[in-house]
């Protein structure tokens, strides 16, 4: 009999949903034209993109003119980090982060202070992977020209106070920024109520195509461009616009968020069953994170005495797809570098497993994993 294919790496990246790949279909074969041209078929793909730039902006809260469309996360990330330091250089030359940032976020930081001069301070997490808000406090200088701490945590799904942390830098006259790539398919991403500044995400982790992402700008900020060619996105990221993807990621969002309230009802209580039966049926193991700020999907946890990455193998074996943590680092054999800081030993943060639920889990799934994950974790420990 063949092995059912159960999908718990939606942290990962999603499936793009129906609705979506309709919405897009046009613009492959029949509206294909550049939206910079000065006919029809230009003109066409021009209105698609101004309404979807109006759709993200409405779920921003913010004006179309703050929302810049960019092939990636990672690119809106680099774009707003290397773009913002070397744009406002004169102010100061300090920025704040944390150390569980994706490596999105870590490694333009680095690139800035080893290549130009920029003074990165990284703040500590605590065991749950929560910044203190009175730690960054005490850590804005007179040379602090911004902050960029992320919404959730793409491994262990701790969900900052980001709203308190963006008051924080309101108060200091400090742009914040946040990369929201995990949170913006279920929190709230009103820019406004929240405090953000600057905020990245892309569409593949809530149902949307892979390589399309946004930055939103606040329009009073300068940032420079990483990117250089034809000017378009106000000048910010030259390139031909995709026009199919735009209008798939307006789409996803769109769906995701009118959605959020009953789907994060849905994961919760399918998440919260599943930690508890986990903990039940599986001696010795660590749920890591924090047990209700966390992201409704998201279950991460270390089983003594086990390599995850043996763990994986064998779920893999029988169809279930699951990781170790985040898939951009996942074929590197080093330990998690937010397991790591949550001060998890080595060992437990080289046993983790991340299950990240999604539409395609049901109770059905969840009973199917329980009943094959505990005997093959047995195994692997009597090795």
Do not use: W
Not at 56 to 81: D, K, M, Q, W, Y
Not at 106 to 114: Q, R, W
């Amino acid at each position: 009999m063949k092995n059912p294919q159960i999908y718990f790496d939606h942290a990962s990246t999603t499936y793009t949903v129906p609705e979506v790949v309709e919405a897009m279909l046009p613009y492959f074969t029949e509206k294909y034209g550049n939206p910079h041209s000065n006919h029809t078929a230009g003109l066409e793909a021009k209105q698609a993109i101004d309404q979807s730039r109006e759709t993200v902006a409405r779920h921003l809260n913010c004006s179309p003119s703050e929302i810049i469309f960019c092939g990636s996360a990672t690119e809106a990330n680099n774009l707003c980090l290397k773009g913002f330091a070397r744009a406002n250089k004169n102010k100061g030359n300090h920025i704040i982060t944390c150390n569980i940032e994706h490596k999105s976020v870590l490694n333009p930081l680095k690139y800035l202070k080893k290549n130009e001069g920029f003074k990165i301070t990284f703040l500590q997490v605590d065991n749950d992977g929560l910044v203190n808000p009175d730690d960054l406090e005490k850590a804005i200088t007179d040379e602090t020209i911004l902050v960029s701490i992320m919404y959730a945590n793409n491994e262990i799904g701790t969900v900052q106070p980001i709203k308190k942390l963006g008051e924080i830098c309101k108060k200091h006259a400090i742009p914040f920024h946040t990369d929201a790539c995990q949170a913006a398919g279920a929190l709230n991403l009103n820019t406004q109520e929240q405090n953000i500044d600057l905020m990245s995400f892309s569409s593949s982790k809530f149902y949307g195509p892979k390589g399309i992402g946004i930055l939103f700008k606040k329009q009073n900020l300068d940032i420079k461009p990483i990117i250089h060619g034809g000017g378009q996105e106000f000048g910010l990221r030259s390139g031909t616009h995709n026009t199919a993807y735009i209008v798939g990621l307006a789409k996803a969002l769109q769906l995701a968020q009118e959605n959020s309230g009953q789907e994060n009802a849905r994961l919760i209580k399918l998440r919260d069953y599943l930690i508890e039966s986990l903990l039940k049926k599986i001696p010795g193991i660590k749920l890591n994170g924090h047990k209700e700020k966390r992201l409704p999907n998201n279950i991460n946890i270390s089983i003594p005495d086990i390599d995850g990455a043996e763990l994986l193998l064998h779920l893999d074996a029988i169809g279930i797809y699951a990781s170790t943590g985040s898939a951009c680092s996942a074929k590197k054999t080093a330990p998690s570098h937010v397991l790591l800081a949550i001060d998890l030993p080595e060992n437990m943060a080289n046993s983790s497993l991340r299950l990240t639920l999604g539409k395609s889990i049901s109770e059905k799934e969840i009973n199917y994993l329980l009943e094959k994950l505990p005997p093959i974790i047995e195994k692997l420990q009597k090795n």
